[in-house]
């Protein structure tokens, strides 16, 4: 196999993975082992490998950046690893459709810097965005701070190209805005966590790139005070792009570990922005006249120095050991009732483990890390905060992925009919399960 392989890619792109960063996720909490890695170049290339590795009755997991927090990009079983790094191209953006024709191994930072020179922009973003690929946040339908106004990831694909297990390939590249002809195989990629198919590239939406942008952070006294402000500004204006809340530990923790200053005191923090072409616009400063703690970002540099307080979450957390890491979606109504339930929850379990919540204020989103937790009974904490998250309807993930680390509480956010519809759809479109086997779908009881 490892002829035939570096016969079709070259030889400096075929390696053993032992003991290297293909075989770990980002957290550090998911470990796997590899004896082959290959970096296909091309589409032609990925046709090839899949053919070669299913041929060979081996498995295969895709890795873009691997920036994944939910171990999905894994071989936990000694698959076969597709790095997609090399296949980076991002094209010219074209100003009259807003649209950019870009490979699967191209970061999310080159995007979003090729849409700025034509006065666009790409609106999916989040801290990782310098080494997330565009193929994973496909595969996991990203999401990230804009998507109150602009939508998650699969909102941008206008058009997808595709190589199935058994080398075809599925493309949409015209990047029509309508074409209902039959299913739509874009979409059903995205957030398939490639367990269908192996994404090699896109077309993606642009935004405009507004002009004037505001941006505030606002202490608040607790997450419904947080959450009133949020109804508030975007009951009053459409341009409000983000709705970041952050509380007063993970703000410590982040200025202690990177030297990020804090604007002031506060129990919960808000970091609201928005965008428009009105240069009389004003709306946030209005808005918020009247409370107390507000900073206004009066300056780039003001503006970079607040928004690090909430991109350094991850980072920082990290500092304190591996996290467990849940991402999740509560209704707004229930979000400051399930913090409360959470934190009480995790302390009966261990009055050592911390719980550090952040996340997207107007959607719904926290990311609940628990630091100081005995990794040997996660189960049981899984089990207190996803099952809160389900006690309130919400969702065991907003935006990472189900991966390893969800797959076997699935059933929280999904019928068993739902479920048997998508182990449907994986056995037609990979019959052999040679993609990704170890992630999203449960393992099935044995008889």
């Excluded at 050991?321 to 979000?335: A, E, I, N």
Aim: net charge negative; glycine share 10%; with cysteine.
């Amino acid at each position: 196999m490892l002829g035939e392989l570096r016969a079709v890619v070259g030889d400096d792109h075929v390696f053993d993975g032992r003991g290297s960063s293909y075989v770990v996720d980002w957290t550090g909490r998911f470990r796997g082992h590899t004896d082959v890695v290959v970096r296909p170049g091309s589409v032609d290339e990925v046709r090839e490998v899949l053919r070669i590795v299913r041929a060979h009755g081996r498995a295969l997991v895709v890795q873009g950046g691997n920036t994944g927090l939910v171990g999905g990009g894994v071989p936990l079983n000694g698959e076969v690893v597709m790095s997609l790094t090399r296949m980076n191209r991002v094209g010219e953006p074209d100003v009259t459709t807003r649209q950019i024709e870009v490979e699967a191994g191209a970061t999310l930072e080159a995007v979003q810097r090729a849409a700025t020179t034509v006065g666009l922009r790409y609106p999916v973003d989040f801290g990782s965005r310098g080494s997330a690929t565009i193929g994973g946040t496909i595969a996991t339908n990203a999401g990230g701070v804009n998507v109150m106004r602009y939508g998650s990831t699969r909102v941008q694909v206008a058009g997808l190209e595709a190589v199935l297990a058994d080398g075809s390939v599925v493309s949409t590249m015209a990047g029509l805005m309508k074409d209902n002809t039959g299913y739509d195989l874009r979409g059903l990629m995205c957030a398939s966590e490639g367990t269908l198919g192996v994404v090699t590239r896109a077309v993606l939406r642009l935004v405009p790139a507004h002009e004037v942008r505001e941006t505030v952070m606002v202490g608040c006294a607790s997450v419904d005070d947080a959450l009133d402000v949020v109804a508030t500004v975007c009951g009053a204006s459409e341009a409000i792009d983000a709705a970041e809340l952050m509380s007063r530990r993970g703000v410590d923790l982040v200025a202690d570990v990177v030297g990020a200053h804090r604007p002031f005191d506060a129990e919960w923090y808000l970091l609201i922005e928005s965008s428009t072409s009105d240069r009389s616009d004003g709306t946030l400063a209005r808005l918020l006249a009247g409370r107390d703690l507000v900073a206004v970002a009066d300056t780039p540099a003001r503006r970079d120095a607040l928004w690090r307080l909430r991109d350094e979450h991850t980072a920082s957390i990290a500092t304190l050991g591996v996290p467990l890491k849940y991402d999740v979606t509560v209704p707004l109504r229930s979000m400051a009732e399930f913090v409360r339930v959470a934190r009480q929850e995790v302390a009966a379990m261990d009055p050592r483990a911390e719980i550090i919540f952040f996340g997207h204020a107007a959607d719904g989103n926290l990311h609940v890390n628990v630091v100081g937790a005995d990794h040997d009974h996660h189960g049981a904490y899984d089990s207190a905060v996803l099952g809160a998250v389900s006690r309130f309807q919400g969702s065991i993930s907003a935006e990472h992925g189900v991966g390893v680390a969800k797959r076997d509480w699935l059933h929280l956010s999904r019928s068993a009919d739902e479920i048997a519809a998508m182990r449907a759809i994986k056995q037609a479109l990979d019959p052999d399960g040679i993609l990704n086997p170890n992630v999203l779908l449960p393992s099935e009881p044995t008889a």
